[in-house]
């Protein structure tokens, strides 16, 4: 099957809910059979997640529900620009999003590790700069509230995003099937510890100022662990 080739990305289009869910799938149709195939099942998750949130949007869960949309918008773009830095070969990339996002030959690891690592990039490494750039310190609190309401939409999307992805290698698969009632509260937990963190990363960046290399080294001693364990399951 030949390779699809992606096209970099008009960040600055992308400036609806439709047209982020939009650009997702048609990212996602791409990503399969293109070099960077192991970030599809973290972009389907993506997916599942935003759909909720749109949905939310729409049924009145939010009390702020412009800031959300616009808080969604721009947690985004951070991946759509590490995505066109991957394109372009870039030397910039956070180190996190380079261990998922640059092409590497070897043995396939679990999908579920590829999620987690594009988790902990977007998570451990962007969020807090999302909250920086976009909370008020007048209303902090108040969208605070609606952020945590985000949360609770991840943990009840968790059934989705397990149904979003399979798992090619018995193991992996053995787990994900049997086990799930086990497995799945445990990966929800981990990425709804990173978005904690990430809260008390921006107030530490409120406090101290940012610090580049704090987000550089947490995002790849996480990412090490990832690879560590996926190579181990994949033996």
């Given amino acids: ?52 949130i749109g949905e ?3 049924n009145g869960y939010f009390e702020n529900p412009k800031f959300i949309e616009n808080f969604t918008l721009c947690f985004s773009h951070y991946y759509f620009a590490a995505i066109n830095e991957a394109l372009a070969g870039s030397n910039d990339l956070p180190v996190a999003w380079a261990k998922l996002l640059t092409p590497k030959t070897g043995k396939r690891l679990p ?33 605070l509230r609606d952020i945590i309401r985000v949360d609770k939409l991840l943990v009840n999307s968790g059934n989705d995003i397990l149904s979003s992805f399979t798992e090619p290698k018995r193991s992996p698969r053995f787990i994900k099937d049997k086990f799930s009632y086990i497995y799945l509260p445990m990966i929800m937990q981990v990425i709804l510890y990173w978005r904690v963190k990430a809260w008390r990363d921006y107030l530490s960046i409120k406090s101290n100022g940012l610090r580049a290399d704090r987000s550089q080294i947490k995002g790849k001693a996480i990412s090490n662990r990832l690879l560590w364990l996926g190579k181990s399951m994949s033996q």
């Avoid at 195939?37 to 972009?43: E, G, H, I, K, L």
């Avoid at 579920?112 to 700069?129: C, E, K, R, T, V």
Wanted: glycine fraction near 2%.
């Fill in 1 to 52: 099957m030949p390779v699809t080739k992606i096209n970099s990305i008009d960040i600055e289009s992308i400036d609806t809910f439709k047209k982020l869910l939009f650009k997702l799938r048609s990212l996602d149709s791409q990503l399969i059979n293109s070099d960077f195939s192991r970030v599809a099942p973290f972009n389907s998750a993506y997916i599942v997640v935003t759909a909720a």
């Fill in 56 to 58: 939310a949007l729409d």
């Fill in 111 to 143: 999908n579920f590790i590829y999620i987690l690592m594009g988790a902990n990039a977007h998570i451990n490494h962007d969020l807090s700069l999302v909250m920086v750039k976009m909370l008020d310190n007048d209303d902090t609190e108040n969208v």
